[in-house]
């Protein structure tokens, strides 16, 4: 197994891992940001890239990682990495593929400046809360979101 970082030709692939992860999302939405990710232009103005895992040349997780200004239970003085999504073929875990992603990219964001790593995981995901504990993250807070429908107006 290999980590490197992704290219443009690796495009669909990286889509596919992002779908397995995110299978409400849209493919097209998936491969329009993973495109400009790939080629230089991330959708963001502070830096953005992606690691590949391979095995025998076939892709079997991705780690999304960028700059964030601020994280949550981060020093607030300092730009942070943010892991923004972390995936590893469900037949290739417990084999420290994550493991290797998230080295590569605390070596990306510490290239960067960074001091910390962020991320985030829903509260009802106890595999990713583990797999992050098992790297030496630790849980800052937890939070609760609200939405509320309005209902049309004008403006008065």
Same mark, same amino acid.
């Given at each position: ?79 942070? %990495? *943010? ?10 875990? @417990?084999?420290?593929? +994550? /493991? =290797? ?34 790297? %030496? *993250? ?10 509320? @429908?309005?209902?049309? +107006? /004008? =403006?008065?």
């Amino acid at each position: 197994m290999r980590v490197r970082s992704a290219r443009a030709a690796d495009l669909e692939g990286v889509v596919a891992l992002a779908a397995a992860l995110w299978p409400d999302a849209p493919v097209r939405g998936h491969r329009s940001h993973l495109r400009a990710v790939l080629v230089g232009r991330p959708p963001s103005t502070l830096p953005l890239t992606v690691f590949l895992a391979e095995r025998d040349g076939v892709l079997i997780g991705f780690l999304e990682v960028g700059l964030r200004s601020h994280a949550d239970g981060c020093d607030g003085r300092r730009p942070v %990495g *943010f892991v923004e999504g972390w995936f590893v073929a469900p037949r290739h875990r @417990r084999q420290k593929v +994550g /493991r =290797a992603l998230m080295l590569a990219a605390e070596a990306w964001a510490a290239g960067h400046g960074c001091r910390e790593m962020a991320s985030d995981t829903w509260i009802d995901n106890p595999l990713s809360v583990r797999a992050h504990q098992a790297l %030496g *993250f630790e849980v800052v807070g937890r939070t609760i979101n609200f939405k509320k @429908r309005l209902r049309p +107006g /004008r =403006a008065g």
